[in-house]
């Protein structure tokens, strides 16, 4: 078994064991094509994302999208927050695209969502997309070429890295001096290693501890996410803008989007109320900072995510707080508020 590469995926020995005893165990995704290799070259307008705004690993690949200046040159489409019920003859648990399904919890339909524009077939399923390749996955997010009809990759992890190498030849509408290198060369190795510990504690973690069945397993993740929170709580405390120093980078983009979640989210979806990140002052001014980010807000939102993750729980009805000290959101627009906790 190949050695997995634990910044991007957890180890799949004894994983049929270790789900069975009740720990939640994430998959490995098959399709690892890459831009720029020979089938994939850069060009403007020839690439399409496919996610859902509630999945924590899409929500990398839409900030790249928009932080790098390619959201004119690379299109998406957006999943309803919600996968197929059991009733459904395609069966369940599957992404849909159904931009006129009207959740209970807006009661109307969500502007975001889309039907399948770029495959020719207008697929109701991303499982269709993968049947055409002759292979059983099911995931978003997936990068997807509109020449070749085929897909590149749908590991979030690499589609981050691919969109930064060659953002320029994709068409980003941002010069080099205005558009962020998420990936330097000199603090290569770095980013790696605490993309690792974030990737394994914090945002797989936060499934760990709330996917989980097995009280220790739980327990174990619970710890290690609120350890690591400490431990990133504290490396800000030297008055650094982003985790690497001044300039936002991939490690702060992959931390973003479950941080994001936690205090609407995953404080209780994920029974990880251990702490809001409002009581990390360093953590929640890092986090308004990177919602301030000109981008950033466009790249989510907090309705798919509270359908997607509350819409599926042991009773459906979707949690409406925090409201105090204000709404979220708009609290990430208040860096003061970590002041008066
Ligand atoms: N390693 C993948 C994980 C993607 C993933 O797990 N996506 C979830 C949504 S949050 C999914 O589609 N799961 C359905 C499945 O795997 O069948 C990545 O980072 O892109």
Request: aromatic share 10%; glycine share 6%.
């Amino acid at each position: 078994m190949t050695q997995p590469n634990t910044a991007t995926e957890e180890s799949q020995a004894d994983i049929d064991a270790r789900r069975a005893s009740g720990e939640f165990v994430r998959g490995v995704s098959g399709f690892r094509g890459a831009i720029g290799a020979d089938d994939f070259p850069p060009e403007p307008n020839r690439y399409h994302l496919y996610v859902a705004l509630n999945c924590p690993w899409c929500h990398r690949v839409t900030l790249a999208r928009n932080v790098l200046g390619l959201a004119d040159s690379i299109t998406l489409n957006v999943a309803f927050p919600s996968r197929t019920d059991a009733d459904d003859p395609s069966g369940e648990n599957l992404w849909q695209f159904a931009p006129d399904k009207v959740p209970a919890y807006t009661g109307h339909p969500l502007p975001e969502c889309t039907l399948d524009t770029a495959s020719g077939h207008n697929f109701r399923l991303v499982k269709s997309l993968y049947e055409r390749e002759g292979s059983d996955e099911k995931s978003v997010p997936v990068l997807f070429d509109k020449q070749s009809g085929r897909i590149v990759s749908n590991e979030s992890a690499e589609i981050v890295r691919m969109l930064n190498t060659h953002a320029a030849a994709l068409g980003s509408h941002l010069p080099e001096h205005a558009r962020p290198d998420l990936y330097p060369a000199a603090l290569a190795s770095d980013i790696d290693a605490l993309n690792t510990l974030i990737f394994n504690t914090i945002n797989n973690g936060a499934y760990k501890a709330g996917f989980s069945s097995d009280q220790a397993v739980y327990a174990a993740a619970f710890e290690q996410y609120f350890d690591t929170l400490n431990t990133l709580e504290n490396r800000l405390s030297d008055g650094r803008a982003f985790l690497m120093g001044d300039a936002f980078t991939e490690v702060d983009l992959r931390l973003y989007p479950t941080l994001y979640r936690h205090d609407p989210i995953y404080y209780v979806r994920m029974k990880l109320n251990g702490a809001r990140v409002l009581d990390y002052p360093n953590l929640w001014r890092w986090l308004c900072r990177v919602y301030a980010i000109p981008g950033v807000p466009e790249s989510n939102s907090l309705d798919h995510c509270k359908i997607g993750y509350f819409g599926r729980s042991w009773n459906g009805t979707i949690a409406l707080g925090p409201i105090l000290p204000m709404g979220y959101p708009e609290a990430y627009q208040h860096p003061a508020l970590a002041d008066d906790v």
